[in-house]
């Protein structure tokens, strides 16, 4: 009765599901080639190592290895796996180099370097950077880190406690270490980097502690900062200057990161970039989010919060602003604007354009032109109930006034929550069969803005929350998306939000891990169930695939639950308070009674 | 000599007069408890420690208006942001069971002023001492351990657990052994 009940608030949620379950039924399309795919510079061809989390400059995180292929990988087994001795969410994806792999975990972030030549891995060597343990009382959500990048010899990363460092990748020997988070303001850092040109891309954590969002240039050489662009202030902290040239109006003017606020409020406004970072070194632009505005309770910051929610693009020889996108102007629901974007080239109504696309968190799939940042699509790809879709003249989401939020207001059922229909777990695109496989979440939430007062260090959210299952009772999915019709092609139901990433081969298959442990094959035209393994906990992190130094093609995944929607097993959190993990606990209750927290790296290979 | 003896008695009752003016409005409320023998660990090698107790404790740990104010501190002070209403998040859940550094109030209150080193910040230059007993004796509430003739009732937003003064005892949930 209940779900009958909830069920009929939701019209677009319910013709969004029965279009995916009608599509779903379709006939799968041949494995032949498309015409949608990365530009070249961005994805050269497959090495078979995997040297940044999304594999390459334009975040496609697709193999060109086969050698495990549709038909074959139900035969797949354990080759080695490897304890990272951190019971914390492991969202990071491993990195191989030649004959190494290495891997960061959550805190306190040590990296570890894995001999691939020799039987079962052992440990070449490992890097502890002692962060500072009062750094995980201002990590938003779960002590996580996201990666590490190799370039030039080096592995850099980042550590909760907010240093860049740059290691020897042959020795672990610390080359250089560079402060540049406080977390006495709240500030923390959970992305990785991308190392663009000899500089190290960096961006900050603490939207929900009202920080300042920022990316900074670091120089891969001797770790000092270049350039800082912030994502709220006057022109000049933002880096916007006489390049700048964004599509829409509603971006135009002079110091728009301090109008579009009440006075001061830019200084604890948010609009952090703790996700990701694509480059397209043709146009020498990168491409990279900024966060949700601070605080949560939208009362308390009138105006369009510029320049956060949104997407730039920059120079990264300089940081200055090429243009910038607003996906959530005036964010109600923490939408923050962080995602993957994927670098395709593609023809778009009979013209070749070169696009950019974005599952974004407030529940749309948008198609950019990645050189004016003009919005050529924007379609849902799950239920959405706070937003009724984008204004494509004007490129403005189009709020629903009924999901409004507001201080001492309780609003019910507004899809997506605030972990959006989609968080940070990255996408990946196939050019083979031209489908984007989105991991994802389906929640709805209640929410109620309530005061707040700004104490430095602490959070600043101003929010109750609590999450419940969005529509048909799935918690997540996962959805192949067809970039050229901006439609879903087919759609998996899971129990739990899909918090891990996803990794697609030439073999056609699609690898995505559960929050019960299971760590899944399926076939990349179909969707069908090719192969499936239970690991020690649940998954949170990104899968890759590499040619191991034998020449065999292998597949890694970190096994761990945490982060923001399995906080409530690695924080230990009471899920009777509806409110705990910022009301992400309420709809998680029963995830303590399927996994544990661990932290397990395994490997996989054909016998 | 006598003249030298006025001098000085008058001297005596000038200052006395001074101290006489002085007057302790808000005692110890903003600079704390002095000495507060709050241990982390109920571990004493040899022996066993006599249960210490601050002579706050008692005056805040039972009293209605006291855990009224620690549940409108708790929400302003930002606790609520870390621990939710009880249910953790960046910071552990305060109404299971688990006491990483005491369940005391005296411990709590230690937490709070003094931070721990794992992540709890210190307040002990943002909030008063006598509102950090406040908020300690709500935190109390929140597992269950204050009496219900005393615990909050009500919540002024979205219900988002039972009321205070009907959270069941973390350790035994309400169930009899």
Redesign the interface.
């Known amino acids: 009765m209940r779900a009958t009940e909830r069920g009929s608030r939701f019209s677009l949620g319910l013709v969004m599901l029965a279009s995916l379950a009608l599509l779903a039924g379709a006939a799968a399309q041949p494995a032949a080639d498309t015409a949608i795919r990365p530009p070249p510079a961005a994805a050269p061809p497959d090495d078979g190592q995997w040297t940044m989390p999304a594999k390459n400059y334009a975040s496609t995180r697709y193999s060109d290895l086969a050698e495990i292929s549709e038909s074959n990988v139900k035969n797949l087994q354990v080759a080695f796996t490897f304890s990272t001795g951190v019971n914390k969410g492991q969202e990071a994806a491993p990195l191989v180099v030649g004959n190494t792999m290495y891997i960061v975990t959550p805190f306190p972030n040590i990296v570890y370097a894995l001999d691939l030549s020799k039987p079962s891995a052992p440990m070449k060597w490992k890097y502890e950077p002692n962060p500072e ?9 779960d002590v996580v880190n996201r990666g590490a990048a190799f370039a030039d010899g080096r592995i850099f990363f980042n550590t909760l406690d907010g240093h860049t460092i740059a290691l020897d990748a042959g020795s672990g020997k610390p080359i250089w270490n560079t402060q540049i988070g406080n977390i006495n303001i709240g500030e923390t850092i959970t992305m990785a980097p991308l190392v663009v040109k000899g500089k190290v891309l960096v961006g900050n954590s603490g939207g ?1 502690m009202g920080v300042r969002g920022w990316v900074k240039a670091l120089d891969a050489a001797d770790g000092h900062v270049v350039w800082t662009a912030y994502s709220t202030g006057p022109d000049k902290d933002v880096l916007i200057g006489p390049d700048f040239k964004p599509h829409y109006d509603t971006d135009k003017g002079k110091d728009l990161g301090v109008t579009t606020w009440p006075p001061e409020a830019w200084k604890i406004g948010g609009g952090n970039m703790w996700g990701w970072i694509s480059y397209d070194p043709d146009l020498n632009l990168f491409f990279h989010g900024t966060g949700n505005p601070g605080p949560w309770n939208p009362d308390l910051r009138p105006g369009d919060n510029k320049w956060t929610a949104g997407i730039f693009a920059r120079d990264p020889d300089t940081g200055a602003a090429k243009w910038f996108y607003q996906w959530t102007p005036h964010d109600l629901h923490d939408y923050d604007g962080i995602n993957e974007q994927v670098l395709l080239d593609m023809n778009w109504q009979g013209q070749p354009r070169k696009v950019l696309v974005r599952p974004e968190r407030n529940g749309y799939v948008y198609v950019l032109d990645r050189t004016t940042g003009e919005v050529l699509s924007a379609q849902p790809f799950g239920p959405v109930n706070s937003s009724k879709g984008v204004d494509l003249k004007t490129g403005r989401l189009v709020v629903n006034p009924d999901k409004k939020t507001g201080t ?1 207001k ?1 609003v019910r059922d507004i899809c997506p929550t605030a972990a959006g229909l989609k968080d940070w777990q990255p996408s990946a695109f196939s050019p083979r069969t031209g489908l984007l496989y989105i991991p994802h979440n389906n929640l709805c939430m ?1 929410e ?1 803005g ?4 700004y ?1 430095a ?5 101003g929010m ?1 929350v ?1 999450m419940i299952p969005g529509p048909g009772g799935n918690r997540g999915a996962f959805t192949a998306w067809d970039v050229a019709t901006a439609k879903p092609v087919w759609n998996l139901k899971e129990n739990f939000p899909v918090w891990s990433g996803a990794v697609v081969t030439a073999g056609d298959v699609v690898f995505y891990g559960t929050m019960e442990g299971w760590f899944k094959a399926v076939s990349a035209r179909t969707g069908e169930m090719l192969w499936k393994f239970k690991t020690s906990s649940g998954i949170i992190g990104q899968p890759i695939t590499y040619r191991g130094p034998d020449g065999r093609q292998y597949v890694a995944i970190l096994s761990g639950v945490g982060g923001w929607a399995g ?1 409530i097993v690695s ?12 009301g992400f ?1 309420n709809a998680m209750k029963d995830l303590k009674d399927v996994t544990t927290p661990g932290g397990t790296l395994y490997v996989f290979r054909l016998p | 000599m006598k003249r030298g003896l006025v001098v000085l008695l008058s001297a005596t009752l000038a200052l006395a007069a001074c101290q006489r003016e002085e007057r302790d409005t808000r005692p110890q409320s903003a600079l704390g408890s002095g000495e507060q023998p709050a241990p982390v660990t109920t571990l004493e090698p040899g022996g066993e420690r006599p249960s210490v107790s601050d002579n706050k404790a008692a005056a805040f740990e039972a009293n209605a208006f006291h855990l009224s104010e620690g549940k409108r501190l708790f ?4 606790c ?3 621990h ?10 305060l ?2 069971q ?1 006491w990483i550094y005491g369940s005391s109030i005296e411990s709590i209150h230690a937490t709070i002023r003094d ?1 721990r ?5 210190t307040f002990r230059d ?1 909030v008063p001492d006598d509102q950090i007993w406040e908020l300690a004796a709500f935190v109390r509430s929140l597992g269950g351990n204050a009496p219900s003739s005393a615990a909050p009732s009500r919540n002024d ?2 219900m ?2 039972p009321s205070e003064n009907r959270l069941p005892d973390a350790a035994t949930l309400g169930k009899s052994p």
């Open positions: 343990p009062a750094a995980q009382g201002v990590a938003c959500c929900e001492g309780v209640d109620e309530v005061e707040v007062n104490i260090g602490t959070p600043y959210v109750n609590r906080a924080g230990d959190l009471d899920p009777r308070d509806a409110t705990a993990a910022l606990a | 929400n302003w002070f930002n609520t942001g870390c939710a209403n009880g249910g953790g998040g960046m910071g552990p859940a109404m299971d688990k931070g080193p794992n992540g709890m910040p943002k937003d979205m988002v657990h």
